[in-house]
C-alpha cells in the first residue's frame, strides 16, 4: 500500500465512522475476518475482546455507535507497512487510539483496536 492510498484508505475510514455508517465501515473487512478490541469485552463481555466475522462485527460496531451517538473520530497519522497499516485518531472524548489492520488483498483480514497503556 502506497502514501496515497493509505491516506485515501484512512480518510474513507473515518468518514465511516463519522458519519455513523457500520455498513461503509463493513466493506472493508472480509467476511471472515477478526477484531481485538478492550471495548468488545465492555459490550460483549463473553468475547474475551474477539469479535469473528462481519456479522458480529456489525452488531458489535453498531451497539457501540448506539451507545455512544457523540463519536466523532480526528484523523492524526497513517502508518503503511507490507499488508498493514496504522491509523492513530482521536475519539470525540480527546483519548489517542490507533487502530491496526492487517489486509488481504484489498479488505482487511485482522484488525486491533488498541489504547494508550497508561489510560486503561
Avoid at 66 to 82: I, K, T
Wanted: charged content about 25%; aromatic content about 10%; hydrophobic content about 45%.
Amino acid at each position: 500500500m502506497n502514501h496515497s492510498e493509505a491516506m485515501a484508505f484512512a480518510e474513507r475510514w473515518v468518514k465511516a465512522w463519522n458519519d455513523h455508517d457500520v455498513e461503509a465501515v463493513l466493506a472493508h473487512f472480509a467476511d471472515d475476518a477478526v477484531f481485538t478490541s478492550p471495548l468488545a469485552t465492555r459490550i460483549f463481555p463473553d468475547s474475551g475482546g474477539v469479535v469473528r466475522g462481519k456479522d458480529a462485527l456489525r452488531q458489535y460496531w453498531t451497539a457501540g455507535i448506539q451507545g455512544n451517538p457523540a463519536l466523532r473520530f480526528e484523523l492524526l497519522g497513517v502508518y503503511a507497512g507490507v499488508d498493514t497499516l496504522v491509523i492513530r485518531f482521536r475519539n470525540e472524548q480527546g483519548a489517542d487510539r490507533l487502530e491496526v489492520l492487517t489486509f488481504d488483498g484489498d479488505l482487511v483480514r485482522t484488525g486491533h483496536g488498541t489504547f494508550l497503556a497508561s489510560a486503561e
